[in-house]
């Protein structure tokens, strides 16, 4: 259609085409028992496979299985015209070959409906779009699908059309020996590009052994598909047809049948027998590719949850939760890992690999685990490599999800690091049309990718490239909290409040009181200076009597502390205090042990003292800033899986395992603002905003408690930070 009218103009949803056919089909359900009895059984199959999801949406029942049959018809038509064109049959076009789903077929119920469209036959307009340019069918399918079916409905059933060039991507990543006898299926193939990208692997591969009919013998016998929605299967299996167009000559037989079949891959709601040529498939394959649904568990049906509750999840142990978390339908998990993971189990054969688009942050996080750990059932999994398109969105800007290819091989255990290629902008228009467009647009780095803990491969996964990066300058003072020799003359017992005053008693932090993001509790302290040296004893005697006859009472004890530290102030002098002790924020850490966990603090509200500073002690160091922003970016960077990759390497496993010389060679530039990085900042703020729901516990019973929204918080902030020291979004440090 190139410099004629646009799609949308022909038979997208404001066409004409689509208006005149939608009218009379609406018409026609009132009177046609054909149609609503088709109507009736498209619904429960929708019902049966998904759940009620029709409750969810505002048009009826009739309006979208109208727009289902519109885009039927479409396809339909567009496959007679490839036909005449190339001079071939499509033998199995109906979805409802090969198994019994489907009880009707939906290209018999078009006639009905163009018999009651007035004036000019629709199939004029189809004819219009040509079906035979190399590119115009993937994207004209799933253009059609992406303009007719409801943007609502298709977020529900979790699907998005891969662009040729990631399906590319993902299927060169199989690792395929003998392309005439290796079996590659895509058990949910929707418009069929991966089906595409593997026949045309193939046919480029066997091009010089094998004739073109025997070509297509061999791909016909080896590259298999499956879905649940009878449309796509129609989509899909116009995709294939046009794909083997290379190899159907002239010799060719008159018609083709393309294995791609309307069946429950899951196996969750039926057990189809799938026929091909007049043989039952057995589709146990050496190679799976393609894109699972990107849904939630929250965003199933509980009828959906519950068919995987008694089909997959205790079998394959896909609960990433542990203890009283381990209840299927966290809102925030992912269920396509679930889905790859019931696939492996289904049809992979042994030894076999797995190609699959899924989200990139699931390299983090707890949902991501059940990837990460490497077991499917009792069978170990490995991923083997990595494809990151960080945020070059691939599937378009109304999808706000960053995407990978995760390549997977079975029976086989998993090994770090796992090589990945970074994927990123290098001119200004980034094309996925195609492998080779991408490659011709894009740039990529080689990197790896290894676990937080080496001890556990489940743990968040972070780009070695990253974890090496967090290394450089640190553009922030490291200071020392308020030193305390002489505790039991400056801890202030609540009962010793009635006989000091109250403005130098400050709440005041002990390595037990900080956890990552936030406080368990504090102690009270004595703080009779602003800085350390200072001689004010002349205006604590007059301003404030009874502290200074409070510190009188104990000069000895005061005065008998040997530290140089202390020389030249008053007898009751401290160290580690400064005017950057009352900044208006302060990121702490404990420096003793190896606990790297890093909190925000500034004044809390004490019960007793009202408004107050929080103090650091004497276990404990800080960055000081009076910019909140700054604090959280901070936090964020010092919390986030590279930079606590970086300081398990760096630091000791001593007394002073995070001591300042430690902290002062991770690279924390100035905060400049910039949006990855108040993104990163309002994260260690929504993070902070969580930790005091759960001080009612023991700190170790809440360092054992897996809080699903904060693990979702810590994976994004696990992800920003890698993105910027790769490079990514706006850099770090005025990269």
């Avoid at 505002?58 to 007679?80: E, H, M, N, P, Q």
């Avoid at 079996?183 to 066997?206: E, N, Q, R, Y």
């Avoid at 403005?503 to 302290?525: A, E, I, M, T």
């Amino acid at each position: 259609m190139s410099g004629g009218p646009s799609f949308g103009d022909v038979l997208g949803t404001d066409s004409r085409c689509h208006a005149r056919y939608t009218a009379a089909a609406s018409s026609e359900l009132s009177s046609n028992d054909d149609l609503r009895a088709a109507m009736a059984a498209w619904e429960s199959l929708v019902v049966e496979s998904h759940g009620d999801v029709f409750g969810q949406l505002d048009a009826g029942v009739d309006s979208l299985f109208v727009d289902a049959l519109y885009v039927d018809f479409v396809v339909d038509r567009l496959i007679d015209r490839y036909e005449r064109r190339v001079g071939v049959e499509l033998r199995n076009r109906s979805a409802a070959e090969n198994t019994d789903v489907l009880p009707f077929e939906l290209h018999t119920l078009h006639a009905a409906v163009e018999r009651a469209v007035p004036g000019r036959p629709l199939g004029e307009a189809v004819d219009r779009v040509d079906p035979i340019h190399p590119e115009s069918v993937a994207g004209l399918l799933r253009e059609l699908h992406g303009s007719v079916v409801s943007t609502p409905l298709r977020r529900l059933l979790g699907s998005y059309y891969t662009p040729r060039g990631v399906a590319d991507v993902a299927v060169g990543e199989l690792d395929v020996d003998d392309a005439a006898s290796e079996t590659v299926l895509d058990p949910g193939c929707g418009s069929g590009v991966f089906l595409a990208a593997a026949v045309d692997a193939k046919l480029a591969a066997l091009e010089e052994d094998l004739q073109p009919d025997a070509r297509v013998d061999a791909i016909t016998s080896t590259v298999y598909g499956i879905d649940l929605d009878p449309i796509a299967v129609k989509m899909a299996k116009l995709s294939y047809l046009h794909a083997l167009r290379p190899a159907i000559g002239s010799s060719s037989p008159d018609g083709i049948e393309v294995p791609v079949f309307l069946a429950d891959s899951l196996g969750m709601t039926r057990e189809e027998s799938i026929s091909f040529r007049a043989r039952t498939v057995d589709l146990t394959v050496d190679h799976l590719v393609g894109n699972p649904p990107w849904l939630t568990w929250g965003a199933l049906q509980e009828s959906v949850r519950e068919a995987w509750r008694e089909t997959h999840v205790d079998r394959l142990n896909l609960l990433p939760h542990p203890g009283t978390e381990a209840i299927l339908g966290h809102a925030n998990d992912d269920v396509s890992v679930p889905f790859v993971w019931a696939w492996i189990d289904r049809y992979l054969d042994d030894g076999g690999d797995a190609s699959f688009v899924l989200k990139r942050d699931i390299r983090t996080g707890p949902a991501g685990r059940v990837l990460r750990r490497g077991q499917v059932g009792d069978r170990p999994v490995s991923v083997r490599h990595v494809h990151d398109f960080g945020g070059l969105r691939p599937f378009g800007d109304d999808v706000a999800v960053n995407a990978a290819v995760y390549t997977i091989g079975a029976d086989s255990e998993p090994s770090f690091p796992i090589p990945m290629d970074r994927w990123s902008r290098s001119g200004d228009a980034p094309s996925f049309a195609t492998g080779g467009a991408m490659r011709g647009t894009l740039a990529r780095e080689r990197v790896g990718l290894v676990p937080v803990d080496d001890a556990d491969p489940g743990s968040s996964w972070i780009g070695t490239d990253a974890e090496r990066r967090a290394h450089g300058e640190c553009s922030h003072e490291i200071r020392h909290g308020v030193k305390d020799d002489a505790a039991e003359v400056f801890t202030v017992d609540r009962a010793q409040l009635g006989e000091l005053d109250h403005d130098h008693v400050y709440p005041y932090l002990r390595s037990k009181h900080v956890v990552k993001y936030g406080l368990f509790g504090y102690d009270l302290q004595l703080v009779p200076m602003r800085t350390a040296g200072q001689d004010n004893a002349a205006e604590l005697r007059a301003a404030h009597p009874d502290t200074y006859a409070y510190l009188e009472r104990n000069r000895e004890r005061l005065e008998s502390r040997s530290s140089t530290w202390l020389d030249g102030g008053p007898f009751y002098n401290l160290f580690g205090l400064g005017p950057y002790t009352w900044s208006a924020y302060k990121v702490v850490w404990c420096r003793l042990g190896f606990k790297p966990h890093f909190a925000v603090v500034s004044a809390v509200e004490d019960p007793d003292l009202g408004e107050k500073p929080v103090v650091p002690g004497d276990h404990c160091m800080f960055v000081p800033t009076d910019d909140e922003y700054e604090a959280h970016f901070l936090c964020g960077l010092l919390n986030s899986a590279p930079y606590q990759r970086s300081i398990e390497g760096m630091a000791s496993e001593g007394k002073a395992s995070l001591s300042k010389a430690v902290v002062s060679e991770l690279r924390l530039p100035e905060y400049r603002g910039t949006g990855p990085e108040r993104r990163l900042a309002e994260r260690s703020m929504a993070a902070h905003r969580i930790v005091p729901e759960y001080t009612h516990l023991s700190k170790r019973a809440y360092n054992d408690t897996e809080i699903e929204e904060l693990a979702a918080i810590q994976a994004e902030i696990d992800d920003l930070a890698g993105r910027m020291l790769s490079g990514g979004g706006a850099g770090l440090g005025g990269e």
